[in-house]
């Protein structure tokens, strides 16, 4: 069974840096990615970054937003520097099973973790 949760959000100011980490479990780390995603209130859904479960090969990363994975810790994390506050929002860690180079769609989703960047 597949478990993924999030930690390390919480309020920051603008140009201020935060890491958030998910512990995943249960997932087949050859054939799986990890990904985090957000979505801002009255906003899509929008996906800011994805890597190989296994690592090191980073899948996609969004600008100020870095990805990687702690394969002895199970855990993911993503860095995002100089925030911003449309960077406020829900953001959640997702598993996907990859095929034909694609980890869509997502499958395995953690409860989600919020972020507030004040100006």
């Known amino acids: 069974q597949v478990r993924l949760v999030e930690s390390g959000g919480g309020s920051v100011q603008t140009g201020e840096s935060l890491k958030l980490s998910c512990k995943f479990s249960?997932?087949?780390?050859?054939?799986?990615?990890i990904g985090w995603l957000r979505q801002g209130t009255g906003r899509r859904r929008e996906e800011v970054a994805e890597?190989?479960?296994?690592?090191p090969e980073v899948r996609y990363a969004k600008g100020r937003f870095s990805i990687s994975v702690d394969i002895g810790q199970n855990t993911v994390d993503l860095q995002m520097n100089d925030l911003r506050p449309g960077d406020s929002g829900t953001y959640l860690c997702?598993?996907?099973?990859?095929?034909?180079?694609?980890?869509?769609?997502?499958?395995?989703w953690g409860q989600g973790i919020e972020v507030t960047v004040s100006s």
């Open positions: 890597i190989n479960a296994r690592g």
């Open positions: 997702a598993a996907g099973v990859k095929v034909l180079g694609s980890c869509l769609p997502w499958r395995y």
């Open positions: 249960g997932v087949d780390t050859r054939q799986n990615c």
